[in-house]
């Protein structure tokens, strides 16, 4: 998984449309392009990418949630990653969903980092363990973005980070935190429980899950997937 981690960006961030054809599902992932690989990862129902505007002022007491709980910055939090005013992008995706694993291992084997044994592994081995569903954040500003994440914590990300299930209204809580500092990479990863009681917290029925995660004032992400589009080979992958 750390190896993994190392690869991965080639985050152009230049929106890649999604391809009229499944090809995921027309062909093996060692016949996936590099344009197809990246286009899972940026544009696809297991990743996708997030504009996030920058403001100098915190973000407003809405009231709906009591008084203004969030995070200031920490250690200096994201206050130099960006001049006031502009648009960031960062790349969100379901490093756990085997399609994932699948075009990571795929551009391991364009660039040479990996042999065919090692990506086989990397599909086969969800990241970090079966238990945790997992989302993998990375930024378009390299060191910026890498600082803003590396910065963050568990504790500081609390309860304004969270995946939202539509249809019953809950969320699910995020129980660890992993900044790119400590897989020597470009990403952070989000660890939320994948099951409760021995029962699966996201189902079909749910329609739809969305990525919540407040980074101080500046930076909130907030990106919904659609459930049924996220099923692979019969098995709705996350």
Known sequence: MIRSAKIILLFSLISIPLLAAKFWEQKPYEQWSKKESIAVLEDSPWGKVQKVHSSNSPPPDTGAQGPDTTP?????????????????????????????????????????????????????????????????????????????????SLKQLGTHTHLALKASGRRIELERYVPPREVGGQEAFFLFPRTREGKDLVTLKEKEIRFVSQLGWRTRLNRKFKLKDMVFDGILEF
């Open 72 to 152: 200031r910055d920490q250690g200096g939090g994201d206050r130099e990653s960006s001049p006031p005013n502009r648009r960031r992008l960062f790349n969100i995706r379901f490093q756990s969903a085997k399609p994932v694993r699948m075009a990571l291992a795929r551009l391991s084997l364009l660039y040479r980092r990996r042999d065919h044994r090692q990506a086989t592994e990397l599909v086969r081995k969800r990241p970090f363990g079966d238990q945790f569903i997992v989302v993998a954040v990375s930024g378009s500003q390299g060191e910026n973005h890498r600082r803003v994440l590396d910065q963050a």
